[in-house]
Nanobody
Framework: QARLVESGGGSVQAGGSLKLSCATP????????MGWFRQAPGKEREAIAS????????SYGDSVKGRFTISRDNAKSTQTLQMNNLKPEDTGMYYC?????????????????WGQGTQVTVSS
């Protein structure tokens, strides 16, 4: 059973940085797209970033462009989301996800595997 485990969440002041990691113990998603989504209380799940299976292509949601960077190390079966210049509106539960193809859109429907999430809280 494929499993995605997020880590790195926490509380930070506005303007600060956090780095989220997504591990896939015992399973490799080397040829699969991966992505990050977030959900704030009372809001719909929002797509943050996606990365292709080989890590050659990326895509970002408009709200995080220029501030967040997604990357992956297939040799270590890990994927990371570097978040800089955080804002209070970035607060939410962040989820790592993986799809079944090399490339996925910024659409939850393209992803088949999901982690349990890690909380990010940004205070003003």
């Amino acid at each position: 059973q494929a499993r995605l485990v997020e880590s790195g969440g926490g509380s930070v002041q506005a303007g600060g940085s956090l780095k989220l990691s997504c591990a896939t113990p015992g399973y490799t998603f080397a040829g699969n797209c991966m992505g990050w989504f977030r959900q704030a209380p009372g809001k719909e799940r929002e797509a943050i970033a996606s990365i292709s299976g080989a890590g050659l292509s990326t895509s970002y949601g408009d709200s995080v462009k220029g501030r967040f960077t997604i990357s992956r190390d297939n040799a270590k079966s890990t994927q990371t989301l570097q978040m800089n210049n955080l804002k209070p509106e970035d607060t939410g539960m962040y989820y790592c996800a993986a799809g079944r193809t090399d490339w996925c859109r910024l659409d939850p429907a393209d992803y088949s595997y999901w982690g349990q999430g890690t909380q990010v809280t940004v205070s003003s």
